[in-house]
């Protein structure tokens, strides 16, 4: 029914002048005012991530954007270098090592999370 649909993706922030700022100038995205109050986050491929201001906002637990990267190393070494900190995990299914990578038998290589201004988790992950 949707295959041949356009699709986007959309999450609220509580400031939207520190998100632009964020993804903009700290993660180097393409992003664009809308008409609406919010942003354009332009991802490679065409995709596109609609971000909204709320008043009543609060941060989802879960992961909400993916970077996939060649190198987890060096990506973790730029966020790094842009401010950026990456989170520490220590549960059961997920022990991150001192960089705050999580390197498991299943899924990608390599995971690291870290968050936005708004408490969003985001991560940085190399596949197999």
Do not use: C
Not at 15 to 38: H, S
Not at 81 to 100: C, F, K, N, S
């Amino acid at each position: 029914m949707f295959r041949n649909t356009k699709a986007f993706s959309s999450f609220s922030v509580d400031d939207v002048a520190q998100a632009k700022d964020f993804y903009g100038r700290t993660l180097g995205l393409d992003v664009v005012d809308t008409p609406e109050g919010g942003l354009e986050l332009r991802l490679a491929g065409g995709a596109s991530i609609f971000v909204y201001p709320s008043e009543d906002y609060t941060a989802p637990e879960h992961t909400v954007l993916n970077f996939v990267v060649d190198d987890i190393d060096a990506a973790i070494d730029g966020l790094a270098e842009r401010g950026v900190t990456m989170e520490q995990y220590d549960w059961p299914e997920i022990e991150t090592d001192a960089r705050g990578i999580f390197r498991g038998a299943d899924g990608p290589r390599a995971i690291a999370w870290f968050k936005d201004p708004a408490g969003h988790v985001l991560s940085v992950l190399q596949e197999r």
